[in-house]
Structures are given as structure tokens and as C-alpha cells.
């Protein structure tokens, strides 16, 4: 019944679409119907799989990288003198992430990706912030962001697809000039291409257009563990409900999200003064009711 209640909603709103389209020629007036994330992203991953299916990316110029450098990504079509190249389909590895969809049902949403260099040192979490250089292309080959010098992004501020993506490269490790200049060598670097929902999904910007699958090159130079608040602990660990979304996780309801509230459980001490007092590395719980003392507001 509700599925019926909701067709019949998405039909009027289609009417209405319709209708407001064909009251006026501007073209610029572009109403896009409204999908059920579900569906929307079985409309884009097809569309995602046949790009796959039909194009290939310059992967003969990634061979005999040096260690400090890397290569720009240009994707092309499979045809005329490029007929025998290899398609991206063949050489990509899915990822699953879910997504929660407006009837609280989780949708998976495959990202395909192709690690070029996997780097040395320690992978960023979803919390953490990366330098990295990036380019940002849609399926039409329109370049919509590319930054070569690399900066400091915070991943928790990032589109999902990005930030996931992130999490699976590897950092490099830098070397001093004697001029005081930096060498990153050995980063991580590779591609990701995402549906809209892990991007930008129905928001129309000058550069990308609603509900556009998206491809990003990334290279990540370096990255630092965060603790937005200081408090003590990472902000990886205060997404108490692990879903890689920061702003849900709000123990004492008050607006501000455990990664950056001070004081978690609202009950006046400061999380580094509580979270663990006696100091042996455990979050402490003085009521043993299993609930640390930093996100329990009547622990004694
Ligand atoms: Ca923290
Ligand atoms: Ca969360
Ligand atoms: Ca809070
Ligand atoms: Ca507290």
C-alpha cells in the first residue's frame, strides 16, 4: 500500500513536471523527475557497465611509473586504431557501499576502481584528512575539478564515493631537498568511478549535472589521522553506528555530532576528562553497564 501510495505521488509529480516543461520553451527551465534512489541506481550502474564495457583508459602509459611522479588519466573509446585495447571492464575490481535509501532500506551501490600504484605507508580512513592531487571527470569526459598540486582535504566533508575511495590508497613516504622542498614518493594512486549518489547526486552544479556518475583520479601524497575535537579519540572511532556518516552519530542530541562535541554525553565533563582516567588504554565504565563513562550520562 505504501509502495502504491508512492507510485501514485511519483506519477502526479511526473504530471506535474510534465506540465510545468511544456508551459514554457526555456530550455534552462529543467525540471528532473524524481527517482527512488534504488532505481536511479540501477538506471546508472547499466550505464556505468556499458561505459565500462566500451572504453578504455591510457594504462600503457602507467607502466615504469617513477616513484615520485604519476601519469594524468585519459579514458577514450574503444574504436578505429584503439579497437584492440583493453576495456575497462576487464580491468576494474567492485566495491560494494551501502547506501540507505529514503525507506531506511540499504541499497548497494557498486563503485569500480583500478589502484595504479598502491602505495607504502598507512591508508586514511573515511575521518581522516588526506593531501592528495585529484582530477574529476564525468562519463562525457568533462572535467569538472583537477587539482595537480596536491592540498589538504578533510574526508569528512568530501562526497562518499571520494572519501571511500581514499581509504583504499595507501600513502607515500616523503623525502627533504636540501632546498627545503618536498618529495612524496611511492603514494597511492588510481581511479574510482561512482554513481551519483556517492557523488553529487540530484544537485545540478555549473559543471555536472544532476544524477551524473563520476570518475576521480586520485593521488594521495600523504594523510593525518583526525581528532576533529581533540577530545582523545580519533573520529573514526566516534562513528558509533559505522556507516562512514559523521553526523549521525549524536549521543547527547545536542546538534553537534560525537567527532566534533567535547563533551559526548552532555553531562558536563569534558570526553578527555572521562574517557579514560585510569590511563590503561581502555575507555572506562565506572557502572560496568557497558556503556564507557564518555558516552554515559548517569555512570555513577
Ligand atoms: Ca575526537
Ligand atoms: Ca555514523
Ligand atoms: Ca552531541
Ligand atoms: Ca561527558
Redesign the pocket.
Known amino acids: 500500500m505504501k509502495k502504491l501510495i508512492r507510485n501514485i505521488i511519483y506519477f502526479l509529480l511526473t504530471i506535474v513536471l510534465f506540465y510545468s516543461c511544456s508551459k514554457t520553451d526555456d530550455e534552462e527551465v529543467e525540471s528532473i523527475p524524481l527517482e527512488p534512489i534504488s532505481t536511479q541506481y540501477v538506471i546508472e550502474n547499466d550505464s556505468i557497465i556499458e561505459f565500462m564495457k566500451t572504453h578504455f583508459y591510457n594504462y600503457d602509459d602507467f607502466n615504469g611509473l617513477s616513484s615520485n611522479s604519476t601519469v594524468e588519466l585519459i579514458i577514450d573509446t574503444i574504436s578505429g586504431d584503439n579497437s584492440g585495447k583493453t576495456p575497462l571492464f576487464d580491468q576494474v575490481t567492485t566495491m560494494s557501499i551501502d547506501v540507505t535509501d529514503e525507506n531506511d532500506d540499504v541499497v548497494p551501490h557498486n563503485m569500480y576502481y583500478i589502484i595504479n600504484r598502491e602505495g607504502i605507508g598507512e591508508s586514511p580512513t573515511v575521518a581522516d584528512s588526506v593531501f592528495v592531487s585529484y582530477k574529476g571527470l564525468t562519463l562525457g569526459n568533462k572535467i569538472f575539478d583537477s587539482r595537480k598540486n596536491p592540498l589538504w582535504l578533510d574526508n569528512t566533508t568530501v562526497v562518499r564515493g571520494f572519501k571511500e575511495f581514499n581509504a583504499l590508497l595507501k600513502r607515500g613516504d616523503i623525502s627533504t631537498n636540501s632546498n627545503g622542498t618536498y618529495d612524496f614518493n611511492n603514494f597511492g594512486l588510481g581511479f574510482v568511478i561512482m554513481p551519483s549518489f556517492l557523488g553529487y547526486y540530484e544537485n545540478n552544479t555549473a559543471t555536472i549535472q544532476a544524477y551524473s556518475p563520476l570518475i576521480f583520479q586520485v593521488n594521495m601524497h600523504t594523510m593525518n589521522t583526525a581528532d576533529h575535537d581533540a577530545d582523545g579519540i580519533n573520529s573514526i572511532d566516534e562513528d558509533l553506528n559505522g556507516d562512514h556518516i559523521f553526523s549521525n552519530d549524536d549521543t547527547d542530541s545536542d546538534n553537534i555530532p560525537n567527532f566534533r562535541d567535547r ?9 578527555a ?2 574517557y579514560d582516567v585510569d590511563g590503561d588504554g581502555v575507555a572506562d565504565d565506572t557502572d560496568g553497564d557497558g556503556i564507557p ?2 558516552l554515559d ?1 548517569d555512570e555513577s
Open positions: 563533551d559526548d554525553d552532555g553531562d558536563g565533563v569534558l570526553t576528562d572521562e563513562d564518555y550520562n
